[in-house]
Every structure is written in structure tokens, then in C-alpha cells.
């Protein structure tokens, strides 16, 4: 068994780091390093971020966007055609679609797609908040722009279903988002093309 070569803090400082998203343990250990190294210019400020963003981030009650404030800006923003609702599957989705300049619109995220594999069932989504905004009255287009991965697209039937009492139009984004793509990754001008030849769905 081999000896553990850092102290506890850093090694604890790795774990942590190894949690996220597209780092694995090197990756961890390289970053935890840079940090080490870095400090006064890094460690430091990144610390002061973190804790600023656990006391004051929190999630829109109305449409589960993350901001530091409750609602949040995207629906606080009179400006916004409130008759068209974008429905995504995460935040990162909509930052994307907002990057690519084709707000306007108002936001519902999702948290998610249905994968009963992953125990992932409408109740750990929010699809209650989502009908109620639509019961509303005020939304006339619901623009489903979930990935277009299996579970997404499993997503969009549910949700075509869901939504049929109501007189909405449901959309989803044109076939210019690669099937097995994800929002995040794409470039703005396909999103924006995406979002302006969306079909019925």
C-alpha cells in the first residue's frame, strides 16, 4: 500500500477537487498543486468566491435558474417576451442559449432529464412548477430545448404529453443540434439557428 505523501488538508483539498466535473484524481492533484503554488493570486480569491457564492446564490423559485436573487434577473426582466417559454434540462443550458443571443424569452429549467435508470422520475424534476407556470395562462409557446440525447428526447414526449390540456404550442429546437449533442458544447451560431427553425413537435 503506498504511503500518503500530503498531509490531510491537501489530500482532503484533492478529494474535493476530484468531485467536480471532468477532473479525476491527477487532474485533482495537478490542480490542488496550482492552487498550493498560486496562493495569494488564486487559492485565496477562489476561496473568498466560493463562500460568497454558498451565502448568496441561491435557486429561482420561478423558473429554477440559479442567481442571488429570488426571482431571478432573466425573469424579473420586463423586457422579456413572457408569451414564450425556453424549457431546458440545466442552468449551463440556458447560460449557453443566452451566450448565443437568443433570449427574449423566459426560462424554465428542468434540473434534469427522466432516466428511470438513474432513478430519475418526473417528481425529482420540475415538471409541477413548469405546468402551473402554463396553467397561468400567460405563456402561449413552450420551446423544448432539451438535448438530443435519448433521455432528452424521452424528456420532450413526457412533456408533450403533460402539457397537452393546455392550450400551449409546444416546440422543440430544429435538427441543427447534433442528435447526441449537448446545449453546452455547441457553438452559438448553431443554437441560434437551432432556436429559430424550431418545428412543432
Not at 127 to 144: M, Q, S
Request: glycine share 8%.
Amino acid at each position: 500500500m503506498a504511503e500518503r505523501v500530503a498531509g490531510p488538508e491537501i489530500e482532503r483539498l484533492i478529494q474535493l477537487l476530484a468531485r467536480l466535473p471532468g477532473l479525476g484524481p491527477r487532474s485533482a492533484r495537478r490542480a490542488a498543486l496550482h492552487l498550493i503554488r498560486k496562493r495569494e493570486e488564486l487559492l485565496s480569491p477562489l476561496a473568498e468566491a466560493m463562500a460568497v457564492a454558498r451565502d448568496r446564490v441561491t435557486t429561482c423559485s420561478t423558473c429554477c435558474n440559479v442567481d442571488v436573487s429570488d426571482p431571478c434577473a432573466i425573469c424579473r426582466d420586463g423586457r422579456r417576451d413572457g408569451s414564450t417559454l425556453i424549457v431546458v434540462e440545466t442552468v449551463a443550458d440556458l447560460w449557453a442559449l443566452e451566450r448565443a443571443g437568443v433570449g427574449g424569452a423566459l426560462y424554465h429549467v428542468l434540473g434534469g432529464v427522466l432516466s428511470p435508470l438513474d432513478g430519475v422520475g418526473p417528481d425529482k424534476l420540475s415538471f409541477e412548477k413548469l405546468v402551473t407556470r402554463v396553467a397561468e395562462g400567460a405563456v402561449r409557446e413552450v420551446v423544448l430545448a432539451v438535448n438530443a440525447t435519448v433521455d432528452g428526447q424521452t424528456t420532450a414526449h413526457y412533456l408533450t404529453d403533460l402539457l397537452a390540456p393546455h392550450s400551449v404550442k409546444v416546440t422543440r429546437l430544429a435538427h441543427g443540434v447534433p442528435v447526441g449533442g449537448e446545449l453546452d458544447y455547441l457553438d452559438e451560431g448553431t443554437l441560434a439557428a437551432a432556436l429559430r427553425q424550431r418545428t412543432p413537435f
